[in-house]
C-alpha cells in the first residue's frame, strides 16, 4: 500500500504562482505519479505526470507554458509548480501513484493510489 499526502494548497490571485508537493510513503516504488484537478460540478481532470526517472512528461493542454512537474525520487516526494496561475485553475488538486503501466499517462484509471486533494482557490 502506498500513502499520498498532498500540500501547498491555498487562496491567490490571478497571476500567482503556487508549488503543490505529494509525499509518498508506505511500499514506494517506480511509479509514475500525475496530478489531476476537480472543480465543483466537474470530473476529475488530467493536469500533468512524471515519469518514474522523470524523463517523460506530460501536460494537459490547459496548462502547457504554466504548470511544470517535477520529483525527487531521494525524498519520494512529487511537485507541481504552478505559475500564471487563472480562475478557471480553481480546483482540489489531487496526486496519484501509476504501480502498473508506470507510463505519465493522462488515463485517469491507470492510477492505483490517491491522496486526500489539496485546494487551490484563484482569485479574479
Known amino acids: 500500500q502506498v500513502q499520498l499526502v498532498e500540500s501547498g494548497g491555498g487562496l491567490v490571485q490571478a497571476g500567482d504562482s503556487l508549488r503543490l508537493s505529494c509525499a509518498a510513503s508506505?511500499?514506494?516504488?517506480?511509479?509514475?505519479m500525475g496530478w489531476f484537478r476537480q472543480a465543483p460540478g466537474k470530473d476529475r481532470e488530467f493536469v500533468a505526470a512524471?515519469?518514474?526517472?522523470?524523463?517523460?512528461?506530460n501536460y494537459a493542454d490547459s496548462v502547457k507554458g504554466r504548470f511544470t512537474i517535477s520529483r525527487t525520487n531521494a525524498k519520494n516526494t512529487a511537485y507541481l509548480q504552478m505559475n500564471s496561475l487563472k480562475p478557471e485553475d480553481t480546483a482540489v488538486y489531487f496526486c496519484?501513484?501509476?504501480?502498473?503501466?508506470?507510463?505519465?499517462?493522462?488515463?485517469?484509471?491507470?492510477?492505483?493510489?490517491w491522496g486526500q486533494g489539496t485546494q487551490v482557490t484563484v482569485s479574479s
Open positions: 508506505g511500499r514506494t516504488g517506480a511509479y509514475a
Open positions: 512524471i515519469s518514474y526517472l522523470g524523463g517523460r512528461v
Open positions: 496519484a501513484a501509476d504501480a502498473t503501466t508506470r507510463r505519465p499517462s493522462s488515463d485517469i484509471m491507470e492510477y492505483d493510489y
